[in-house]
């Protein structure tokens, strides 16, 4: 994710970047096999449950972990060996969130934070939340130490048994004065989470950074909102100028996660989150803008600095993703 001012030379940049990510996307795959439509039929088409393996390729949905996996679960490699239910297993929890599917995408995500961090469990469960009723993805999240990174295991394997592997996002919470602060955010090449060079980071303190002091500095901008008028209202209001960052982190990890599962704006680049733009509000087209209304505002108004911070994906990202 990249942010952007009001000046056009940072667009441009941005514009390079990403045609250059874009060669790195997969090609289309076919779904192999007939599938029934109902979770109990592909589970009863598993020849045999009590098998340790089975055929990676056999996957009705598509997300990486084979249709043995999601009937009858597995568990994992990792140093500390946990258990995930399958569909189709006696006391299997309710929570969708708790078992897998194999009519419905499962992504396994670790989010590594730094020390300190400005990620909190909230931030995650509205990521969660996000990807679930927009994409369709239900997210289990695994600590990235119950990740099997040693043979015959492949680094973020969570199974032997299917071809996806977790996503880890690394968070980097080091504050800046630089320039560095103009990416937010990386993930390296955009692609699927089975890739083993698949790196994404999200760079917390520099967005804190450059929140704090380049954009919304309390002198200059004692109001600092989203276009919807969250965030701070004057001067002394740090709750509010909290809540506007968090509301910024989590549009962060959410671009960097869905570049994980090889989305990129279908247009070709990243682009300006405003009104006169036909990619606004939509999650992989952002730049988040940024915008000070020192000039237009009212004169009975504080100078105000106002975001534009989009919370949907376009028309065509949910069937686009790629989990394998
Ligand atoms: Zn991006």
Redesign the pocket.
Known sequence: ?KRKTGKGSAWVTGLLVLAALALTLWPAEGRTGTCPTLAVDICNAVTNPSITTDDPAKDCDEDGFSDHVECYGFDTGGSSVKHYYGYNQSGRPTDRASYLDPTGKDLFLAVAKDNPSNILQADLDYVAATLGSQLGVVVHFISSTDFAPNPPYNIRQVTLDSLQKGVVIVENSTTTTGADRTTLGLTNPITTPDSTSLTATVFTGRLESYVNETVCPVATYPKCVTSDGRGRQSASDTTGLATLKQIYHRQNII?ELS?AMSLANVAGG?QPVETASPYNNWIMSQYVYSKPYAAVKKTSEPAKQVFYIPFTYQPGDATALKLK
Do not use: A, G, V, W
């Open positions: 994710m671009h570049h990243h």
